[in-house]
T-cell receptor, first 114, second 119 residues
């Protein structure tokens, strides 16, 4: 049972335009969500997060939106830059117990064309 | 802080050989995670530790895989014997989940990974 899903394996956008990466989840008990970015030959790095008590969190060019009723979150990058080309993972802390374990989606590869 | 340190960064070995991957977590972090990334399966959690104690090893693919954390600053992931299907990138991550960590507690910090190729 995949509790966190990223249904789009890849996305290509033009530099300067908006990139929208989507993530769906099945467990309504998730109370926090994170986005990670991964460049080739590097480990994933934390990008931005959102608590379930909010519906939006913004950090510079990156904004995460949360729609709890739809169990959906999205990451918006505006404007997109070639350096944003990477794999993006959404994740949520395992809700059962206080384990510290994150449930990751499969990732979406973003390509920003100059 | 230097972040999570992994060694080696690259490992090429022959089938049947023993492989040992090493990880030094961020100082003060009390959780340590081992992941494997492949094209087919994405990012898989293999095992994780809390205060040096293994909590969940249900992701370890088979008995050929073992992990230890002898102290708070060091962990190993061992594959013996290795097989070509073990070829992947292995990541170590750590996090802090102590009482005052707050929202930072939910964030894991990843090392650069070890790229393993078993011939």
């Amino acid at each position: 049972d995949q509790q966190v899903k990223q249904n789009s394996p890849s996305l290509s956008v033009q530099e300067g335009r908006i990139s929208i990466l989507n993530c769906d989840y099945t467990n309504s008990m998730f109370d926090y969500f994170l986005w990670y970015k991964k460049y080739p030959a590097e480990g994933p790095t934390f990008l931005i997060s959102i608590s379930s008590i909010k519906d939006k969190n913004e950090d510079g060019r990156f904004t995460v939106f949360l729609n709890k009723s739809a169990k959906h979150l999205s990451l918006h990058i505006v404007p997109s830059q070639p350096g944003d080309s990477a794999v993006y993972f959404c994740a949520a802390p395992e809700s059962s117990g206080n384990t510290g374990k994150l449930i990751f989606g499969q990732g979406t590869t973003l390509q920003v064309k100059p | 802080d230097a972040g999570v340190i992994q060694s080696p960064r690259h490992e090429v070995t022959e089938m049947g050989q023993e492989v040992t991957l090493r990880c030094k977590p961020i100082s003060g972090h009390d959780y340590l995670f081992w992941y494997r990334q492949t094209m087919m399966r994405g990012l898989e959690l293999l095992i994780y530790f809390n205060n040096n104690v293994p909590i969940d090893d249900s992701g370890m693919p088979e008995d050929r895989f073992s992990a230890k954390m002898p102290n708070a600053s060091f962990s190993t992931l061992k594959i013996q014997p290795s097989e070509p299907r073990d070829s992947a990138v292995y990541f170590c991550a750590s996090s802090l989940r102590g009482g005052l960590a707050g929202v930072r507690a939910k964030t894991q910090y990843f090392g650069p990974g070890t790229r393993l190729l078993v011939l």
